[in-house]
């Protein structure tokens, strides 16, 4: 049974950091591509954030300069770090593995930007 589970969120001010991280348990998470992606209220859900099996990384141009994402294929983690919170970063935000055939998904976690 594959299982992603997130954890890090929660509410921050402008400006502030956080961490968000997803643990996978059921695949063999160093073959699959990671990504976080987010979903604000009344908007789809966009990709934030991805790394591939290589360590290459994508991100949208939103997030530039601000977010990092890494893994630890030894712990079967993927991390954002989230630095210079605006409050446009407010939304749930996912964790995904991808290889191409299979797609998974966590169960998200709140991410509150505000004053």
């Known amino acids: 049974q594959v299982q992603l589970v997130e954890s890090g969120g929660g509410l921050v001010q402008p400006g502030g950091s956080l961490r968000l991280s997803c643990g996978a348990s059921g695949i063999f998470f160093r073959v699959y591509t990671l990504g976080w992606y987010r979903q604000a209220p009344g908007k789809q859900r966009e990709l934030v954030a991805e790394?591939?099996?290589?360590?290459?990384?994508d991100y949208a141009d939103s997030v530039k300069g601000r977010f990092t994402i890494s893994r630890v294929n030894a712990k079967n983690t993927v991390y954002l770090q989230m630095n210079s919170l605006k409050p446009e970063d407010t939304a749930v935000y996912y964790c995904n593995a991808a290889n191409g055939r299979n797609d998974y998904w966590g169960q998200g976690t709140q991410v509150t930007v505000s004053s």
């Open positions: 790394i591939t099996s290589g360590g290459t990384t």
